[in-house]
Nanobody
Framework: QVQLVESGGGLVQAGGSVRLSCAAS????????MGWFRQPPGKERQFVASIASSGGRTRYADSVKGRFTISRDNAKNTVYLQMISLKSEDTAVYYCAAGIQGSLYYAPTLSPEYDIWGQGTQVTVSS
């Protein structure tokens, strides 16, 4: 069974950058798509980015396209979210999630397509 631990969150000024990491334990990491979701204060959890198990396909929410980059290192069992040009509306708890095992080039965007979640890491963008 895969377990996920996020790190890298914190307080950052608007316009700044942060890189989140999600370290996975377990032997199925490389066969799973991975995703990042976030939950802003008082709002529902929302999709941010996902990457197929092969790394060959990525998908992004419109609100983060061009600013956020998802990547993975299967040798290190880690997925990353590089965030630049941060805005106050990016303030949220960010969650890493492991997708239900599937094809090499599928990057899911819906919560039900993920069955393992991390505990979350807070990112606060000050304006």
């Amino acid at each position: 069974q895969v377990q996920l631990v996020e790190s890298g969150g914190g307080l950052v000024q608007a316009g700044g950058s942060v890189r989140l990491s999600c370290a996975a334990s377990g032997r199925t990491f490389s066969s799973r798509a991975m995703g990042w979701f976030r939950q802003p204060p008082g709002k529902e959890r929302q999709f941010v980015a996902s990457i197929a198990s092969s790394g060959g396909r990525t998908r992004y929410a419109d609100s983060v396209k061009g600013r956020f980059t998802i990547s993975r290192d299967n040798a290190k069992n880690t997925v990353y979210l590089q965030m630049i040009s941060l805005k106050s509306e990016d303030t949220a708890v960010y969650y890493c999630a492991a997708g239900i095992q599937g094809s090499l080039y599928y990057a899911p965007t819906l919560s039900p397509e993920y069955d393992i979640w991390g505990q979350g890491t807070q990112v606060t963008v000050s304006s």
